[in-house]
């Protein structure tokens, strides 16, 4: 059985996000690297801003699909309940 598609959105972004903490764990690491020189290291840090930006933006996504995806077992389970409901009553109308 495959996932839905908004669980495939969120699998993904979960690996980007995930890709992209590494990215700025090593980002950080090579930043505090003397040798590194001066140009480098504003290049870095412009390329670390924009990295952090994005991972921002990831991130309310991700929060976002995971309350569509909570919204959407609300609405499966509100139905497993009328449809137990509903056989609730026709047994005990029906006495079967």
Same mark, same amino acid.
């Given at each position: 059985?495959?996932?839905?598609?908004?669980?495939?959105?969120?699998?993904?972004?979960?690996?980007?996000?995930?890709?992209?903490?590494?990215?700025?764990?090593?980002?950080?690491?090579?930043?505090?690297?003397?040798? %590194?020189?001066?140009?480098?290291?504003?290049?870095?840090?412009?390329?670390?801003?924009?990295?952090?930006? %994005?991972?921002?933006?990831?991130?309310?996504?991700?929060?976002?699909?995971?309350?569509?995806?909570?919204?959407?077992?609300? &609405?499966?389970?509100?139905?497993?309940?009328?449809?137990?409901? &509903?056989?609730?009553?026709?047994?005990?109308?029906?006495? &079967?």
């Amino acid at each position: 059985m495959q996932p839905c598609p908004l669980q495939k959105q969120i699998q993904t972004t979960s690996d980007t996000i995930a890709s992209l903490r590494e990215r700025v764990r090593r980002m950080e690491r090579n930043l505090n690297d003397p040798s %590194l020189p001066e140009d480098r290291k504003r290049e870095m840090w412009l390329e670390l801003k924009e990295i952090g930006k %994005l991972l921002e933006t990831n991130e309310q996504q991700l929060k976002q699909m995971h309350k569509e995806n909570s919204k959407s077992f609300a &609405v499966a389970a509100c139905l497993f309940f009328i449809c137990f409901l &509903v056989y609730g009553l026709y047994v005990l109308v029906n006495g &079967v």
